[in-house]
């Protein structure tokens, strides 16, 4: 029901965007958000944007990634700048109801590679 794309190859300082489609659900009643996962790490959050567009990211990558949603096109989106090697990882989509977190999906990833 997510369908996560936009991953790819980049150098570090380049930009990516990523999109996550999503079908099935009524899009615009959900919080949605982006998680990463490193080589032999846990995954993290990365940045939200609630059903009410209030977003929120963390600190390693405020002033650099930009998360939106376009409800009219059930898209999620994670716009990437002055992207570093750490930015290097799976990449998740999420979306949570705005009145259960029991009712929540996962996206399959999207892969990111920074080179340096």
């Not at 936009?6 to 919080?31: H, K, N, P, T, Y």
């Not at 002033?63 to 898209?75: C, E, L, M, P, Q």
């Amino acid at each position: 029901q997510l369908q996560a794309s936009g991953g790819g190859l980049a150098q570090a300082g380049g930009s990516l965007r990523l999109s996550c489609v999503a079908s099935g659900i009524i899009f615009s009643i959900f919080d949605m958000g982006w998680y990463r996962q490193a080589p032999g790490k846990q995954r993290e959050w990365v940045a939200t944007v609630s059903s009410g567009d209030t977003t929120n990211s963390a600190d390693s990558v405020k002033g650099r990634f930009i998360i939106s949603r376009d409800n009219a096109k059930n898209t999620l989106y994670l716009q990437m700048n002055s992207l570093k090697p750490e930015d290097t990882a799976v990449y998740y989509c999420n979306a949570v109801h705005r009145r259960s977190t029991f009712v929540n999906y996962w996206g399959q990833g999207t892969l990111v590679t920074v080179s340096s």
